[in-house]
């Protein structure tokens, strides 16, 4: 299956300071999503990506869909409490139906 | 308004045994799917369907069989529970405007294989 390198796999950060993570793949994709998911329950969507250099905020989220299509980027900016869990981006390739999960990047924010 | 329900949430197996999981939507969605989490692996597709009456096979769909006879179930079967079928599974849906819709995931059922 196709590989999705998430970097770093954890990080411990003060409240208020920004936060930025990324995604690489050994191919190109066509789609690239981002999701959080919360200790006990299932992974929540934040931003999705379709084109290639498409920059997407959400609050204080904003995600990259690489020029190269094979990378993608989450930043976080003025970090708060709730913050805190395990971001996973998701990548589809250009054919078939699925789509295929980073192994997450673990975030604590310490108050 | 329950989105993704996924049935049971919690059980516990001796080896060889069997269990379905149930997946039930109520947003119409066309497409399902059957992940599992383990840790530091991220999330693997096992199944998907793509409609009511289609399924199709995933990374890693030994050991699973699933069925969606109604288009907003979709059933995760384990015939012969084998220990290294302890982890944490999730059912996923996508609309109807195309597989690279965000998915929709559940809460998770926690099985464990002893």
């Known amino acids: 299956g196709q590989q999705l390198n998430q970097s770093p796999q954890s990080m411990f950060i003060q409240e208020g300071e920004d936060v930025s993570m990324n995604c690489t793949s050994s191919s190109i994709f066509n789609t690239w999503l981002w999701y959080k998911q919360d200790p006990g329950e299932g992974p929540v969507l934040l931003i999705a990506?379709?084109?290639?250099?498409e920059l997407t905020s959400n609050g204080r989220l904003t995600a990259q869909f690489g020029i190269t299509r094979k990378d993608s980027f989450l930043n976080i900016s003025a970090s708060i409490p709730s913050d805190v869990g395990i971001y996973f981006c998701?990548?589809?390739?250009?054919?078939?139906?699925?789509?295929?999960f980073g192994t997450g990047t673990s975030l604590t924010v310490i108050p | 308004n329950a989105g993704v329900t996924q049935t049971p949430k919690f059980r516990v197996l001796k080896t060889g045994q069997s269990m379905t999981l149930l997946c039930a939507q109520d947003?119409?969605?066309?497409?399902m799917y059957w992940y599992r989490q383990d840790p530091g692996m991220g999330l693997r597709l096992i199944h998907y369907?793509?409609?009511?009456?289609?399924?199709a096979k995933g990374e890693v769909p030994d050991g699973y069989n699933v069925s969606r006879l109604k288009k907003q179930n979709f059933l995760l079967g384990l015939e012969s529970a084998a220990p290294s079928q302890t982890s944490v599974y999730f059912c996923?849906?996508?609309?109807?405007?195309?597989?690279?819709?965000?998915?929709?995931f559940g809460d998770g059922t926690r099985l464990s294989i002893l």
């Open positions: 990506l379709y084109k290639a250099g």
């Open positions: 998701a990548g589809q390739p250009f054919t078939g139906n699925q789509f295929y």
């Open positions: 947003m119409n969605h066309e497409y």
């Open positions: 996923a849906t996508a609309s109807l405007r195309g597989p690279d819709q965000p998915q929709h």
């Open positions: 369907s793509v409609g009511e009456g289609t399924t």
